[in-house]
């Protein structure tokens, strides 16, 4: 059988799941049990570290080290020391993957510069734990052949829970149905700090999950700026979303209630738990920062699908440069409006739909004449406040964000002809 990244294409399917309280038991259980096996590794792994540190070879730490390693060396190994584990409601899958995770974490931290160690994962109030399917070598893989499968539109049964009523788009759903050969990866349950429940699966297959959009035989730059979204070559200006600030606001009053009901109730030695007017305020503020998430990711969805539809190369800086980070006050607004996401929604949109995303360097983009390729420098140079300038050399009067977009392009269409 296939493994799953011997396929061409992927697809993050999200479904919303209505678990009954038997089910929301099993899943509180899970993720319990998936903390606690985080937890473990990283706890067994600080102790050999400390121990590994010393360096006297005697035969107690010896001993120690191998008795720590091989308490979290397989799954067996942990059930048979943790006896809870062996609750039937527990997922081995999610065992198996807390443990790979642990592992990631630390691959993560090897590869990605900036990441920290893993560390313990928090009890808070949202829950999440991993699970596979299991495919049987002699059936066809699809979405209705494994233990993780579909019933109808609005069930699906998944390991432990078994049948549970679900909800996700129907045209998406339609479309999946339809394709011959789809397998299904890593499931991730969870429930948010609202209260609410999704599962949501990876699933690959050779058959494009996306129709072709038609080639229109445009390229363009984009300047993602600090003022407005972004501006891109065509000299069109994208603007933030409005409501954005104003939910941000919202935001800030309801946590400051939030802080201030805490604050009160740790004076009087209350339960933070068990007092009704925090659990409530704790949800309004769920709430709040989950629709601003949502409505970002939404706004970010929306506006890259249209990039990739109506031009065939597109071409953006590189944010990943180490020099915008460092600036801390732009790294800030970088996180905010999520222009990471965006480059990478614009990456992989680009593969799904059979364009080009390319990132080009993002040195002198903004310090470049475009007409005459004139460097700015030293004292010429401009600031973050200088958002119109005229050319020393050519006399061409340049709006800051829409020369740089003429950059980027020019430098993103130079990289594709030697590519
Ligand atoms: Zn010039």
């Known amino acids: 059988m296939k493994r799953m990244n011997e396929y061409r294409y992927f697809y993050g399917l999200v479904l919303r799941i209505y678990p009954s309280n038997r089910q929301k038991n099993i899943i509180k259980v899970n993720d319990n049990a998936a903390r606690f096996i985080y937890n473990e590794m990283v706890a067994v792994e600080r102790d050999i570290g400390r121990f590994g540190k010393r360096n006297i070879y005697i035969p107690f730490i ?3 080290i191998r008795f720590l390693k091989e308490k979290i060396a397989t799954v067996t190994a942990l059930k048979n020391r943790y006896t809870w584990l062996c609750n039937p409601d527990i997922d081995s899958e999610c065992i198996a993957n807390a443990r790979l995770n642990y592992r990631k974490a630390w691959k993560r931290y090897r590869d990605v510069p900036g990441t920290g160690i893993p560390s313990f994962h928090k009890k808070d109030y949202t829950e999440s734990y991993q699970t596979n399917p299991h495919y049987k070598p002699h059936k066809p893989v699809s979405l209705f052949t494994s233990n993780v499968r579909f019933l109808d539109r609005h069930h699906i049964t998944l390991p432990k829970l078994q049948r549970i009523r679900c909800q996700g788009s129907p045209k998406i759903l339609a479309k999946l149905f339809r394709m011959e050969t789809v397998k299904i990866g890593t499931i991730t349950i969870r429930k948010d700090a609202c209260d609410r429940y999704y599962a949501s699966l990876l699933l690959a297959s050779d058959e494009p999950f996306y129709d072709a959009v038609p080639k229109t035989g445009t390229s363009i730059g984009i300047d993602l700026n600090l003022e407005n979204f972004y501006v891109d070559s065509d000299g069109n200006v994208k603007e933030n979303p409005r409501y954005y ?5 919202r935001l ?4 400051n209630k939030l802080s201030h009901r805490i604050e009160i109730a740790k004076k009087e030695n209350r339960s933070i738990r068990v007092a009704k007017n925090i659990q409530k305020q704790r949800r309004i503020v769920a709430k709040l920062s989950s629709d601003i998430m949502r409505r970002r990711r939404d706004f970010l969805h929306r506006e890259s699908l249209l990039l990739i539809k109506n031009h065939d190369v597109i071409i953006a800086e590189d944010l990943r440069s180490q020099n915008l980070v460092r600036n801390h006050r732009v790294a800030l607004s ?4 999520g222009w990471r ?3 990478s929604m ?3 949109k680009a593969k799904c739909y059979g364009k080009t995303f390319m990132m080009v360097n993002p040195r002198n983009t903004t310090q470049t004449c475009h007409v005459c390729n ?3 420098q030293g004292d010429d140079k401009l600031t973050l406040d200088d958002r119109q300038w005229i050319c020393p050399v050519c006399g061409t009067h340049h709006k800051r964000d829409l020369n740089a977009a003429r950059n980027i392009l020019a430098k993103g269409l130079r990289q594709f002809k030697e590519a």
């Open 62 to 64: 010896e001993n120690r």
């Open 245 to 249: 600030r104003k939910q941000k606001k």
């Open 252 to 255: 800030a009053n309801a946590q």
């Open 334 to 337: 970088i996180q905010d409006s």
């Open 341 to 343: 996401s965006f480059l």
């Open 346 to 348: 614009l990456e992989y």
């Open 374 to 376: 004139h460097v700015l």
